[in-house]
Structures are given as C-alpha cells and as structure tokens.
C-alpha cells in the first residue's frame, strides 16, 4: 500500500515537473534522534527520494539536492531575513520581523529550496 502510494505521488510530481529539487537530508541521522525517527520512517523519505531520482532520469527531468546546510526552514523568502528560532522543530509557522509576512514553515523552506536549486543551477532570474 504504501510504496504504491510512494509511486502515484513520485509519479506525478516528475510528470508535472522539469526541475525537481529537494533539501539533502541526512536521513541516516536523523533517524537515529527518536523524536524525528518515526515520522521519517513514516513518511518513507528515503524511497521517495530514490523514486525520484530514478524516474527523473528515465524522464529527462533535472532531479537536484540542494546542500543540506542551507538553511531553508529558517531563512525568510522575501528578504533573507534569519530567523534561528525556527530552529525548533515545534515551530510551525512564524513572522518575520522584517518582512511581516507570515509564513507556514514547510511551505517558506519549499520556496527557499526552489530559489536554491535555481541558483544552484545557474537558472535564478
Ligand atoms: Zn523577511
């Protein structure tokens, strides 16, 4: 059940994508700290990065990791703006005190991976 569901959602984000970027996490040790263990396995990130990566290839898509000491969970996508409080993972969403604007956490690191990857690329704007 599981892993077929892993390949819909693989599926999908490589058939309705060019470039596909995610954080590089270090999911080894992550899994070690019990309190991010069971979510991991959970959501099953490993596989989902391997399904990733290979059907990128097979369909000419750009699979990138951006490094995992970029800190996109903590940096503002408006003005930069770092705020180390978000370092804890309870926090979930925060403004920032610069911008204002207010951010869902995982939703503020996806767009700062994105502006990453770009970069990374040499495709930023
Ligand atoms: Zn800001």
Redesign the pocket.
Known sequence: MRVDNLHKISSQIVKENQFIFSEDLNIKGMVKNPKLAKSIQDVSWYELIRQLQYKSKRNNRVYHKVDRFYASSQI??????KNEKTKNLSIRKWT??????YYNRDINASINILNQGLKDLELAV
Do not use: A, L, Q, R
């Not at 503002?76 to 703006?81: A, E, G, P, Q």
């Open positions: 503002c996508n408006n003005c930069n703006y920032c005190p610069e911008f204002g604007t």
